[in-house]
């Protein structure tokens, strides 16, 4: 019984996310932005500068353009029926509060990972076509950059993770993009020489599983990724807690 519950709110929650056209144009943009910077960058592809990065690494440097579209969509999906009142009434319909909640973080997790693996793994093909000579063709990709790929992933997942559980804790979406999106566009990473500990940041903790970025003193991918993990451990735990008793319609 409790399986066809929880289906019924995820199956709920998909339906929702899919017929709002703020979430709708945000997820195309998302798939479609990291494209578009690749082919970009891979027009304007300079030998001379270009040859102190890894030919690897071309194509994955859009991830972290992708982040922030990443972040919107978790802060969307888990936060629009705040912004319109309807959250009560789904709450009415739904007596298990918590699987409301669970349905929204599934349809975020996948989402994410999903965006991850689509959207860069498109630019990091798009962008090699476009280098011509100075790509790689498909059919000397390394195992090193599918794991790359697979890492994008995860840390897409955890960040719509982050963003959803900040939204349900501060109850608005404009709370999410205005701590989390001015992180993960650089400011953390350009203090972290002179501020050690912001490393364990949850943009940062994370950020070599979008790509590597030797020399600037992060956490490796795996430590990182446990980091962000932890984060988002702990965000969800207190979104979980909060949810549970304050988002009530008597609340």
Known sequence: MARI?????????????????????????????????????????????????????????TAGFGQPLVILLAALISGNEYLDGQLRTTLIATPKRG?????????????????????????????????????????????????NLLGVGINYALIALIAAAVTVIARTVIV?????????????????????????????????????YPGVGVLDPLLGGGVMMLWAVVLIGIAWALFRTRDTPAG
């Open 5 to 61: 519950g929880f289906r019924h709110a995820l199956r709920a929650e998909f339906t929702k996310t899919l017929t709002l056209r703020s979430i709708r144009a945000t997820l195309v943009a998302a798939l479609v932005v990291p494209a578009v910077l690749a082919f970009a960058s891979g027009l304007t592809f300079d030998p001379v500068s270009g040859s102190r990065f890894s030919l690897e690494s071309h194509g994955f440097e």
């Open 99 to 147: 699987r409301v909640l669970a349905a929204k973080l599934v349809i975020v997790t996948v989402a994410g990972a999903a965006i991850g693996w689509v959207a860069i793994g498109s630019a990091v093909l798009i962008e090699h076509a476009a280098l011509g000579e100075y790509g790689l063709p498909l059919a000397q990709f390394t195992v090193g950059m599918g794991w």
């Open 176 to 212: 999410t993009l205005v701590v989390l999106v001015p992180l993960v566009l650089g400011i953390t990473i350009s203090l972290v020489g002179t501020v050690p500990i912001l490393k364990y940041l949850p943009d940062l903790a994370g950020i070599q599983l979008l790509m590597p």
